[in-house]
């Protein structure tokens, strides 16, 4: 499976998708239970379809291999009333992908992952012959443009396509009760109508919780003042992906062996989810089968390094190309599922002033299964203590580096550097590589107050602003849902 030229398709299997990702993923959890219920059978067999997209998705894996599929949230009116607060602002004609994701699943280690695109990524638009944001390709051209789009610029293989508008997602979220949340502090987004007033475990219903997928103005509460999120979209993104694992763990508790809720939920699919034509019911349910016993806790999550800029007077994100290589090899099929280091990228900078130490570094972290960049001198040779450079929310990829060293290395937050991307400079107290890893527990401190929020000078507790954005987080102790 590649991004090059395709051979003949054949029919594809299995599909899913969803505004958040999670719809169809829960959907098809519960399937697994649905086996013999006649009656969810044939719902599940009027679920919408695209047609015309065989000779732009990539042809069906074999039986029991990976497969990828596009999951997108459309910003559109679908099945909301005309005063719906939704729609202040915008038109009830309007039709974005608000979300782009591509969900991995492989059947036979019961994996699964999600690489998370963000909508401001300036990329060449297929068919077209120019640039813009990707969310505008669905609009522009239809799920065959965006497909080609991810697949010309990525080299990613896209197997079957999911789109899922705000009711559905809304529908879902209530289907379950609600989603729980832990907040630390009061949140809002005045720009959807987010708002959370008192700190603690708070179940968003649907509009709340579509409200806070949504944010990408996202404010907490410190002392008497609102404190901006200032990662935006990337603090939208890591809200998504936190919210997909908390909603599939209470779709699971509710719904999963609840002939009642399980009937909902196929009902919210079969009014606000399309799939792709060669998607058959029986599809689903096998893929129900396989991830019967999935728990959400190992749903891997990515997004790829982006920067910044300005073009013609629009916001827009440039993608990392080196940083985002390994991110999407996973989704290639290319990366070893068993060696996820290999989405760690490490620079080598010999600050010891030893002879030749960088590229025997380099050789070595490549040997261990790390992704490597180059190696170099650093700006002195004085350097006593060896120290690892990393990004903002980049603290879990700094410590699997450390644990391969002997010693006390130096942590070092560096804002220049893409999430994926580690340095490693080498003091004279550097020994070695080593060839098996420290105990994760050697960095608990570390880990601890890097990923504990602290409190502000007046008390209240200020969130992280790293480039994961202010995520709420259950603090120790405390249980939420």
Known sequence: MSGGP??????????QRLLLAFNVVVVLICFSSAVGLAYVFRQASDIQRFGG????????????EPANFLLVGVDNAEGLQKNDPVLIGRSQASLLSDTIMIIRVDP?????????????????IADTGGKSKINSALPGG????????????FGIPINGFIEVNFAGFRSLVDAVNGVPIYFPWPARDN???????????????????LAYARSRYFETKQGN????????????????????????KRAIAKGIRNPFVLTQLVGVAQANVKLDD????????????????????????????????????ASVLLLDKVGAQPLFDLFRGKADPNNPLRTILVEVRNGSGKAGQGQDVLKSLDDIGFGTIASSDASSFRNQRTEIRYAPGAESSAVQLA????????FTVDRSLAVTNIVLVTGRDFTGMRASPRPETDFSLFLATTTTTTVGPGGPVAPPTTSRGMLPQTPPGETCG
């Open 108 to 124: 036979q280690t019961h994996q699964a992952a999600i690489l998370s695109l963000p909508r401001d990524l300036y990329v060449p």
């Open 191 to 209: 720009h959807t109508g987010f708002l959370v007033e008192d700190p603690g475990c708070v179940t968003l219903d649907g509009v709340q919780a």
């Open 225 to 248: 003042q609102w404190v901006a999120d200032p990662s935006s979209d990337f603090g939208r993104i890591s809200r998504q992906q936190q919210f997909i694992k908390l909603a599939l």
């Open 53 to 64: 997209l065989s000779a732009t998705l990539d042809q069906k894996p074999g039986k029991g």
């Open 6 to 15: 395709r051979p003949s398709r054949r029919r594809r299997t299995w599909p």
């Open 403 to 410: 644990r391969y060293l002997d010693g006390d290395p130096k």
């Open 278 to 313: 060669q998607i058959t019911t029986q599809d689903l349910l096998d893929l129900g089968r396989e991830f019967k016993d999935f728990d959400p806790d190992t749903l891997q999550v990515y997004t790829p390094p982006a920067t910044g800029a300005d073009i013609g007077g």
């Open 142 to 153: 239809g799920p065959q443009r965006l497909i080609k789009t991810i697949q010309q610029n």
